[in-house]
């Protein structure tokens, strides 16, 4: 069976409904279903359902949402729920972001309460975690991961692991044109994937590295066995190179 291997694409605030049309019918000509090979496209909400409509016949392409809110309904102006997203063409929902958890403040019990929210919706979460440089720098690393973790390993049944996907993304590495070693990445890895497993899991979650991956730097960091794919913001706006990062 050939490698499950997941290429995230989080668009961030880019592409309204008629950019990120013409991307997915651009992106269609370009490229065909391969075993093994999964691609995942965070579009801002509004651009969802065009998107998942043009993939419609392509069962390899997930299309998700960058953020929910963790109640289903009631006075939260400017949030969508789950639900909402799942609606409109949702399959996956990016959860915990660094741009959502140092931006916009969600804490680590949000996340957690996000995963679980989307799991009970029967979305899959993609659960972000990763150190900020002065947390690196101070030799944090380790215990703000396993704190990010902790939160969510609390909240979500060991049963429902089976439908998570986690992203390791050290905030000094997203958009700054540096990116982890390929064994800085492994390494979180690893850790992430013995506390899981310590706390009871005995499924292996798949584990996605991401920040400043590009297309000359992505095979070398996808050689690590403790990598299960990609999550990219930068190099995936645009059709040709997100095609070509990803293989084709
Ligand atoms: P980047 O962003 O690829 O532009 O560094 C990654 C992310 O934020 O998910």
Same mark, same amino acid.
């Given at each position: 069976?050939? @490698? ?25 000509e ?6 093994? @090979? ?22 390899d ?90 939160a969510?390993?609390? @909240? ?56 400043s ?17 990609v ?18």
């Amino acid at each position: 069976m050939a @490698r499950r291997l997941i290429y995230a694409a989080n668009w961030k605030m880019n592409h309204g409904p008629t950019a990120a049309r013409s991307f997915a019918q651009r992106f269609l000509e370009l490229t065909r279903p391969v075993e093994g @090979r999964e691609l995942w496209f965070f579009p801002p909400i509004i651009s969802v359902a065009g998107v998942a409509e043009v993939f419609r016949s392509r069962p390899d392409i997930s299309v998700g949402a960058q953020n929910a809110h963790w109640e289903l309904k009631g006075a939260f102006t400017g949030e969508i729920s789950v639900t909402m997203a799942m609606e409109t063409g949702a399959r996956t929902m990016l959860i915990g972001h660094s741009e959502r958890r140092h931006l916009f403040g969600e804490t680590d019990d949000q996340v957690a309460r996000k995963t679980v929210t989307t799991l009970r919706a029967g979305l899959i979460p993609l659960v972000c975690v990763g150190e900020t440089l002065a947390e690196r720098e101070g030799g944090r690393t380790e215990q703000v991961v396993l704190r990010q973790m902790t939160a969510v390993l609390d @909240r979500v049944a060991n049963e429902d692991w089976e439908r998570i996907v986690l992203a390791y993304e050290p905030v000094w590495a997203i958009g700054t044109g540096k990116n982890a070693t390929p064994d800085d990445a492994a390494q979180v890895h690893e850790l992430i994937r013995f506390e899981v497993s310590r706390r009871g899991v005995n499924v292996r979650v798949p584990i996605l590295y991401g920040g400043s991956v590009n297309a000359g730097n992505v095979l070398s960091l996808l050689e690590r066995p403790e990598l299960d794919g990609v999550l990219v913001g930068g190099a995936s706006l645009d059709p040709d190179g997100w095609a070509e990062l990803v293989g084709f």
